[in-house]
């Protein structure tokens, strides 16, 4: 391995893989699935780091803030995937969990050579968003040199924003410029350099903690269960109706009528079923406490 403390981890060649391209497949296979079952236990070494970026986040999600993710190439992509499963997951309001990419979204499918160099779009894009003390700006690069991701994160804490930061090599200048580092060291690739690898998997095991974690906390859950998914499929539908006939323990014809009234939403259906109200007033009801189906539920528990 590498031992140039100019190299950064990301970077470093592993000469214990030089001779993959003549392994047998599965054994090639084998030796993949072992690397990268290193990666959850260095992420679970983070998981302090973790919790205070998404608590230091939540106050300003309560009353309207954004989480805005700033990356290139694959820590890029990886950002805006993991905003772009948002709503349909957790029905967030449009722009509620950004994801900014350097080169835009050409940069989603394509290589934009370049993007990544320019600190000054990652504040023009974190300007653009007209981010505020209520914003949180999570900065992903797996070496946590990319200038874009830097810039991103630098425009945001001058403007009061939470800041943050994901990267796979310790002491980075993404980590100095963030007010929350968490810094996930996953050692060289298999193929080394190719980021999209480990450190690619340890960017997203990390990224779907911070906003999964955050929604649970916004009471987007009811336990585990996603209570704010939008019925937009098939499938999703069904879920809907399992979900409400889980909590309530209603028969399936009730669910069905109770859904349908509530226009798919199985927070509105639970309410409405388990209080006793009208949808309307259901509607009403978890408005008054801000989407969160368990509060409303004791609440209006204790109204009866």
């Not at 990666?39 to 309207?64: C, F, K, N, S």
């Not at 999964?212 to 939008?230: E, F, H, P, S």
């Amino acid at each position: 391995m590498s031992q140039n403390p100019n190299i950064p981890t990301t970077e470093s060649v592993n000469t214990t893989f030089s001779a993959i391209d003549r392994m047998p497949t599965d054994e090639l296979a084998r030796l993949m699935n072992q690397q990268d079952s290193t990666v959850p236990l260095a992420v679970g070494q983070h998981t302090e780091e973790i919790a205070a970026l998404i608590d230091a986040a939540l106050p300003g999600l309560r009353v309207g803030g954004r989480l805005i993710y700033a990356g290139a190439g694959t820590a890029g992509r990886l950002g805006v995937l993991d905003a772009s499963e948002c709503p349909p997951t957790f029905n967030t309001r449009p722009g509620q969990v950004v994801g900014l990419i350097a080169g835009g979204p050409d940069a989603l499918v394509s290589a934009i050579e370049g993007a990544e160099d320019d600190d000054a779009a990652g504040a023009r894009a974190v300007a653009g968003l007209d981010v505020g003390p209520q914003d949180t700006v999570v900065g992903v690069s797996a070496s946590g040199r990319t200038p874009y991701a830097i810039g991103a994160v630098r425009e945001a804490a001058q403007r009061g924003a939470t800041t943050g930061s994901i990267a796979c090599n310790d002491g980075s200048a993404l980590a100095a410029a963030a007010r929350h580092p968490i810094d996930v060291v996953v050692g060289p690739e298999l193929v080394a350099g190719s980021t999209r690898l480990k450190s690619g998997t340890a960017q997203k095991l990390v990224l779907n903690m911070i906003s999964t974690i955050a929604m649970v906390r916004l009471g987007k859950t009811y336990g585990n269960l996603m209570v704010d998914v939008q019925s937009t499929n098939i499938k999703l539908r069904e879920r809907v109706r399992r979900i409400v006939a889980e909590v309530t323990g209603a028969e399936a014809e009730t669910v069905e009528r109770a859904v349908d009234a509530a226009g798919g939403s199985a927070k509105v259906a639970i309410l409405s079923i388990l209080g006793n109200l009208s949808a309307e007033r259901a509607e009403t009801e978890l408005a008054r406490d801000a989407g969160v189906l368990r509060t409303a539920l004791d609440r209006t528990a204790h109204q009866g």
